[in-house]
T-cell receptor, first 113, second 112 residues
Framework: GAGVSQSPSNKVTEKGKDVELRCDPI?????LYWYRQRLGQGLEFLIY????????KSGLPSDRFSAERTGESVSTLTIQRTQQEDSAVYLC???????????FGNGTRLTVT | DQQVKQNSPSLSVQEGRISILNCDYT??????FLWYKKYPAEGPTFLIS?????DKNEDGRFTVFLNKSAKHLSLHIVPSQPGDSAVYFC???????????FGPGTRLSVLP
């Protein structure tokens, strides 16, 4: 399809395990964002890529979180040693450029047991 | 401290009437504002935007109003339809942080 694709759509993991979330952007979109939405809360900014460069990583909640992007394509968000408070929907969004309206994927629902 | 506030967690409106969703922001340097709609189990979808050089932008049934002096924007939906039932997020572009800052959302229910 032509939209932002995220996988997996759902992930249940045990506390302490590592997880990797994937985002396939819309072709030609240079800007890519990761957000997190905890239950009953708004969207929390995590990290932003312009191309494969991440100018600002200050939104990542802890050093257990890391993200990479290959060129202007796939991005992965990795959470090491997951904790129960990491349970949330992780949303990826891309845009033609930094301030253009975002196109969101359907998210990955992460549950840490 | 929230930079973008949506003080009404929920709103119910009768079909055919006007829905008004409100948003307040704290930083007078913000200059680009957007509204997104989110259905359950889907990502947010872009609805309408406005830049600070305008005070109104209209797209079909959706109109966004910006009051810069009050640091307030609102989304009007008229007439409201049951399919408009969703969570609506206000967002601002933070040029310094190079990211979009979202409000907590307002759940709109349009009753048939």
């Amino acid at each position: 399809g032509a939209g932002v694709s995220q996988s997996p759509s759902n992930k249940v993991t045990e506390k302490g395990k590592d997880v990797e979330l994937r985002c396939d952007p819309i072709s030609g979109h240079t800007a890519l964002y990761w957000y997190r939405q905890r239950l009953g809360q708004g969207l929390e900014f995590l990290i932003y890529f312009q191309g494969n460069s991440a100018p600002d990583k200050s939104g990542l909640p802890s050093d257990r979180f890391s993200a990479e992007r290959t060129g202007e394509s796939v991005s992965t968000l990795t959470i090491q040693r997951t904790q129960q408070e990491d349970s949330a929907v992780y949303l990826c969004a891309t845009a033609f450029r930094g301030s253009s309206p975002l196109h969101f994927g359907n998210g990955t629902r992460l549950t840490v047991t | 401290d929230q930079q973008v506030k949506q003080n009404s967690p929920s709103l119910s409106v009768q079909e055919g009437r006007i829905s008004i969703l409100n948003c307040d922001y704290t930083n007078s340097m913000f200059d680009y504002f957007l509204w997104y709609k989110k259905y359950p189990a889907e990502g947010p979808t872009f609805l309408i935007s406005i830049s600070s050089i305008k005070d109104k932008n209209e797209d079909g049934r959706f109109t966004v109003f910006l009051n810069k002096s009050a640091k307030h924007l609102s989304l009007h939906i008229v007439p409201s339809q049951p399919g408009d039932s969703a969570v609506y997020f206000c967002a601002v572009w933070d040029n310094y942080g190079q990211n979009f800052v979202f409000g907590p959302g307002t759940r709109l229910s349009v009753l048939p």
